[in-house]
């Protein structure tokens, strides 16, 4: 009978010690969890969450479970992209939602305020030209940030890699330059807190399904009050897009955003990469490269195919013009984003005129049955727009985005 006690608790003991050991598992878990959700400044954003319902009542606390699932455990196969601030990952919540989920580097401790801060300012942000940050997860050892996903590649692939599903048109290549400028324009005059990006370039403006742009990866950018800069001691960006007065300084400014983009308009206007690869007699960089054919009168020798075929010369001279200024080595001399989002958008208001009255005869002028594909409300409205008013710019007929002005933290 001995034996058979002992034959029956063996198994009740090796149970016994299993449920010991998951029940100890998860409570470490669970412990691991607050801890880096306290570590990561989640307890610091509850409060700002809490303190600012109004404005940010949409951005969401995800468990660390929720994106596990919504990823299949970070599985490689749904990797977006990767980059010098992490990995994002295409992912879909429980609710049927298509999200990118980004797992960033570790946060500075000494830096959480700061980074909570921006969250929840970036939270604020609703403007159809910048990707909406959904809401983040603090729990793991690296905070990860949720944004609406989309879907059609960058910038970048339609002007180097030319896919052939979809060619690129000088039409859509300027109305995305207009988009861009626009939400940099509204970045920078947002209320009483200007946001910069500091990481403009191709790669970094998404297309969505309507190949719309959308502005992306706001890893390195900074919230400035009125009448600010930003120093410091690394400088960030990307290489051949950096502005030079940036580089030598450490002093991050609007018109470092407003050089950034100047290198993405000249991109657009040659088909090039920020930095060539070529023989030594010639300059590697493209900015040098475009600024020495511009002086010489060789414009239209450097020009893409695409630009020059469909493009009216005056088109092109005023675009280049606008670059050149973008690219000014003194950054007082470079045009504010304000200034580049209406001459943009003058050029493409022209353009949209020019061809509703060739279409004059097809299309009902009349009864003001207008096409959006030949005139959009925002292309006629823009400069008014922001001449009126640069703290509340507007591309969509109704409110395009609202953000708190009450300063945060």
Same mark, same amino acid.
């Given at each position: 009978m001995n034996g058979l006690d002992g034959c029956g608790l063996g198994p009740l003991f090796l149970i016994g010690i299993w449920g010991l050991y998951k029940f100890t598992k998860k409570r470490r878990e669970i412990k691991s969890k607050q801890k880096f959700f306290k570590r990561n400044g989640g307890?610091?954003?509850?409060?700002?969450?809490?303190?600012?319902k109004s404005s940010v009542e949409k951005t969401k606390l995800f468990t660390s479970k929720d994106l596990e699932k919504a990823t299949d455990n970070y599985n490689a196969n749904r990797i977006l992209g990767q980059g010098g601030q992490g990995t994002v990952y295409k992912g879909m919540l429980a609710d049927g939602r298509i999200v990118a989920v980004k797992k960033s580097k570790l946060v500075d401790?000494?830096?959480?305020?700061?980074?909570?801060?921006?969250?929840?300012?970036?939270s604020q942000i609703n403007h159809r030209n910048i990707v909406k940050l959904l809401g983040c997860c603090l729990e793991t050892e690296v905070p990860l940030l949720v944004y609406e996903f989309v879907p059609n590649g960058?910038?970048?692939?339609?002007?180097?890699?030319?896919?052939?599903?979809?060619?690129i048109t000088w039409e859509l290549l300027l109305r995305i330059a207009v988009e861009v400028s626009g939400a940099l324009f509204y970045l920078h005059s947002a209320a009483s807190i200007s946001i910069y990006h500091r990481d403009i370039k191709s790669a970094n403006i998404l297309l969505d399904d309507k190949y719309r742009a959308k502005v992306s990866d706001f %890893?390195?950018? @900074?919230?400035i009050t009125v009448d600010q800069t930003h120093l410091t001691t690394k400088v960030q960006g990307t290489f051949g897009y950096v502005d030079p007065e940036y580089f030598q300084s450490s002093q991050f400014t609007e018109k470092s955003d407003v050089y950034s983009f100047g290198v993405v308009l000249v991109e657009i206007l040659t088909g090039q990469k920020p930095i060539r690869a070529i023989n030594i007699d010639e300059d590697r960089s493209l900015v040098g490269y475009f600024l020495q054919a511009m002086n010489e009168n060789r414009l239209f020798e450097v020009l893409d195919a695409v630009v020059l075929k469909e493009a009216e010369r005056e088109e092109i001279m005023t675009v280049a013009t606008l670059a050149k200024r973008c690219l000014n080595?003194? %950054?007082?001399? @470079?045009?504010?984003?304000?200034?580049v989002a209406f001459e943009l958008g003058g050029i493409r208001a022209s353009i949209g005129a020019s061809i509703l009255q060739q279409n004059c005869g097809v299309i009902d002028c009349v009864n003001g049955d207008i096409s959006?594909?030949?005139l959009e409300s925002d292309l006629v409205s823009m400069g008014t727009s922001i001449l009126n008013n640069s703290a509340a710019f507007s591309i969509d007929a109704g409110p395009a985005f609202s953000i708190d002005a009450r300063p945060l933290l």
């Open positions: 307890l610091l954003l509850q409060q700002e969450l809490s303190s600012n401790e000494n830096n959480v305020e700061q980074f909570i801060n921006e969250v929840v300012i970036l960058t910038l970048y692939q339609y002007i180097h890699n030319h896919i052939e599903e979809f060619p %890893g390195t950018s @900074r919230s080595l003194n %950054g007082k001399n @470079r045009p504010t984003m304000k200034e959006e594909h030949y």
